[in-house]
């Protein structure tokens, strides 16, 4: 079965510094979601990739997929608090009728 | 708004006790997912359904039921809760037509059985 490792587990950061997750697969990727949860909420969408080499960006995350890593990354740039939470990568299981989860990454950023 | 809910947003039961989580939503996705969410282990598929006469066991379905009542509701079911059941819950649903299986998450039920 495909399993996404997602590193670092944990992550505290200063207002303002950058940071990367990491998002990685033990099979090819074919689809490759990145979802963000407020503590004990919902999750929300962020983005999609498809394509190997594929990079998209919403407002200061920024996400890139490589394929021959079978890895992708997110990238937040100048973290602001209200970039706290957890964020998790979820990837097309072969077939493409469901979602496989990684365990996340639990992001405080301090003042 | 179109929107995925889910009933009760908390809940507090005894082992041995019947349960039930629903679901609604209101986007007109065809598929609808169950997920549980337990500290340090991201989110596990329970049970998905693709139609409403369709029904398929995910990773962890073992002690969990569910029913497909309409295109718009999805039960999850424990029929005699246990203390390992204590997690959050989660409704999802994407659309066949879309291509791509972005799916819409609803708030989470937090349930603990004592």
């Known amino acids: 079965s495909q399993e996404l490792e997602q590193s670092p587990q944990s992550l505290i950061v200063q207002e303002g510094k950058n940071l990367t997750i990491n998002c990685t697969s033990s099979?090819?990727?074919?689809?490759l979601y990145w979802y963000k949860q407020k503590y004990g909420e919902g999750l929300i969408f962020l983005m999609m990739l498809q394509k190997g080499g594929e990079e998209k960006s919403h407002e200061k995350i920024t996400a890139k997929l490589d394929e021959k890593k079978q890895q992708s990354s997110l990238h937040i740039t100048a973290s602001q608090p209200s970039h706290a939470g957890i964020y998790l990568c979820g990837a097309d299981v072969a077939g493409f009728q469901k979602l496989v989860f990684g365990t996340g990454t639990r992001l405080l950023v301090s003042p | 708004d179109a929107d995925v809910t889910q009933t009760p947003r908390n809940r507090i039961t005894k082992t041995g006790k019947r349960i039930m989580l629903e679901c609604s939503q209101t986007?007109?996705?065809?598929?609808m997912y169950w997920y549980r969410q337990d500290p340090g282990l991201g989110l596990q598929l329970i049970y998905y359904s693709f139609d409403v006469k369709d029904i398929n066991k995910g990773e962890i379905s073992d002690g969990y039921s569910v029913s497909r009542q309409a295109q718009a509701k999805f039960s999850l079911s424990l029929e005699s809760a246990i203390p390992n059941q204590t997690a959050l819950y989660f409704c999802?649903?994407?659309?066949?037509?879309?291509?791509?299986?972005?799916?819409?998450f609803g708030p989470g039920t937090r349930l603990t059985v004592l």
């Open positions: 999802a649903t994407s659309a066949s037509s879309s291509g791509n299986n972005e799916q819409f």
């Open positions: 099979k090819t990727l074919y689809g």
């Open positions: 986007k007109g996705h065809d598929r």
